[in-house]
């Protein structure tokens, strides 16, 4: 497995654990505020995550490896 694949499966499970995060945190409503705010948090970093994996494709269609 290339350097380049490993990269895009690592996003990918970022993005994937993250999200799962965000909804346990937000879609439970008997957790502490603590937990709400973490859930939003959550939510942004696996926007962040999905926006830098999408650029990351890009960049990475003309790179040979």
């Given at each position: 497995m290339s350097l380049k694949n490993f990269h895009i499966a690592f996003i990918t499970i970022c993005v994937l654990f993250t999200g799962g995060l965000a909804a346990w945190c937000l879609l439970i409503p008997e957790l502490p505020p603590m937990f709400t705010a973490m859930g939003w948090i959550s939510a942004a970093g696996a926007l962040l995550?999905?926006?830098?994996?999408?650029?990351?494709?890009?960049?990475a269609k003309n790179v040979i490896v």
């Open positions: 995550l999905l926006i830098y994996g999408i650029r990351f494709l890009k960049k």
